[in-house]
């Protein structure tokens, strides 16, 4: 298939993929499809944390990367077990005097989210775009002899494998360039398709805020905030200049329908500072409400916009496998309101018991989501094969690969492949991507 509609996403409820098994429907090709993902492959996904390394922006401009260092993961200030909810087996009278779920930390309570807004500069879209540094990951990880080029297939970031994921969500048009190149099938977002005249939102810089609001730089393993000084502390904790520039990343190998996709993604934070490991990953977010209340499974539903946040969540913690998350609310004011922290369980229960109603008929949370993930990954795979089978490798073969909404409303958009034919524009494309020390070290292997 040449086209994915996104309508096929009614199609992944556990009850219509049982009926493939002895009932063929009337979209013979679409059910086809169906049956060779989910029932002559193994869908269940396996995640490996390959590498990790540190980023440091300098002020002249260029890059550092350092692999093997996690001296750029921020660590948080807060205790999770603070603001985690007591679990179902405590009595009620004890789940009652635990309403707050804001950590007992009031100097964090009350921060201003919107601090610096005028002064902050975005980074630009290219660099965060940019595959750079995952090709130095695949450079590095292929010296160390942990993987070699046969061991990879897709290979991207997974900001672009979110958008992949969320797509029935958002519903708005995007467009990837597919390069299939020595047996890899790189999906590069094309960021010039992207709205130039977009303005960076205070809602968006609140994002930023609240991550060093909430975080501290690494100091040293014995450096505790504890609830007795951390009001003094805090006021005198600042972020240098130096510290603010850099990020951290982890570098993950995953498997899903035994197809190997290799990524790298950046980390907001670790329970413990300069600590590897996909188990000390913390995601945050913030959310405009007044409250946290509303987020309770024994209140009424939450609003669409923050199962939508919930989703969001869920999905770039599961795709590492990590297992921690923390919202910050946040008033119209921009201000911190309360904090909630999550196990990504406990996130994934709540979606099961909140269902995103895309459209009248189509309810979606995780499990269905991710089955749209495999499907995704398997027909871009099946693509590369298709195309590539009586082709030289060594040449690159280059497609758009656009998602085109009908309605913003409805699932009726679709995904669809097309081949870029043009010579120059192919090389051009190629060259854009991947940078020329990547092509003349995979080619000299």
Not at 13 to 22: D, F, G, H, Q, V
Not at 58 to 71: C, I
Not at 179 to 186: A, D, F, S
Not at 315 to 343: D, M
Request: one cysteine or more; aromatic letters at 12%.
């Amino acid at each position: 298939m040449d086209r994915i509609q996104l309508s096929i996403l009614k199609k992944l409820s556990p009850s219509y993929l049982n009926e493939l098994e002895i009932v063929k429907h009337d979209h013979e090709d679409e059910d086809e499809f169906l049956r060779s993902v989910f029932f002559n492959n193994d869908s269940s996904m396996t995640t490996i944390e390959q590498s990790y390394f540190t980023k440091i922006n300098h002020t002249d401009g260029s890059k550092t990367v350092r692999f093997q260092d996690a001296s750029g993961l921020r660590e948080l200030k807060v205790n999770l077990s603070h603001s985690k909810p007591r679990s179902k087996s405590k009595s009620k009278k004890t789940t009652k005097t635990n309403k707050s779920t804001s950590p007992s930390f009031p100097a964090l309570i009350g921060s201003d989210l919107s601090e610096g807004f005028q002064k902050f500069i975005p980074e630009s879209i290219e660099n965060i775009y940019s595959l750079e540094d995952l090709f130095k990951s695949i450079q590095y990880v292929m010296s160390d002899g942990s993987m070699s080029l046969s061991e990879f297939k897709i290979v991207t970031l997974r900001r672009n494998l979110m958008s992949l994921l969320l797509l029935p969500i958002k519903r708005k048009p995007i467009r990837f360039n597919i390069i299939y190149w020595k047996h890899l099938i790189i999906i590069d977002y094309d960021w010039e398709f992207e709205d130039n005249n977009h303005q960076f939102s205070k809602s968006q810089y609140c994002g930023f805020k609240f991550e060093d609001v909430i975080t501290k730089p690494f100091t040293k393993a014995t450096d505790v905030l504890d609830e007795d000084d951390i009001i003094e502390k805090l006021q005198n904790l600042s972020v240098s200049e130096d510290d603010q520039k850099m990020s951290y990343y982890t570098v993950v190998k995953s498997e899903i329908n035994k197809i190997p996709i290799f990524f790298t993604a950046e980390i907001d934070s670790g329970i413990k500072g300069n600590t590897p490991g996909i188990q000390n990953y913390v995601e945050l977010k913030t959310h405009s409400n007044n409250s946290s209340s509303s987020i309770d499974v024994n209140s009424k539903p939450p609003s669409f916009a923050l199962k939508s946040k919930l989703v969001s969540t869920y999905c770039q913690n599961r795709l590492i496998n990590a297992q921690h998350a923390i919202i910050g609310f946040r008033s119209t004011q921009f201000r911190l309101n309360s904090i909630k922290c999550f196990e990504n369980n406990d996130i994934g229960n709540l979606i099961n018991k909140y269902p995103l109603d895309l459209t009248d008929d189509c309810l979606v949370n995780g499990g269905r989501l991710f089955k749209w993930y495999a499907l995704l990954m398997h027909w871009i795979d099946h693509h590369h094969e298709k195309f590539t089978k009586e082709k030289d490798m060594n040449t690159p073969q280059v497609f758009k690969l656009e998602f085109k909404p009908a309605s913003p409303q409805m699932l009726d958009g679709y995904l669809m492949f097309t081949e870029i034919k043009s010579d120059v524009e192919s090389k051009a494309i190629f060259n854009e991507t991947i940078p020329e020390w990547f092509q003349t070290y995979v080619n000299s292997l």
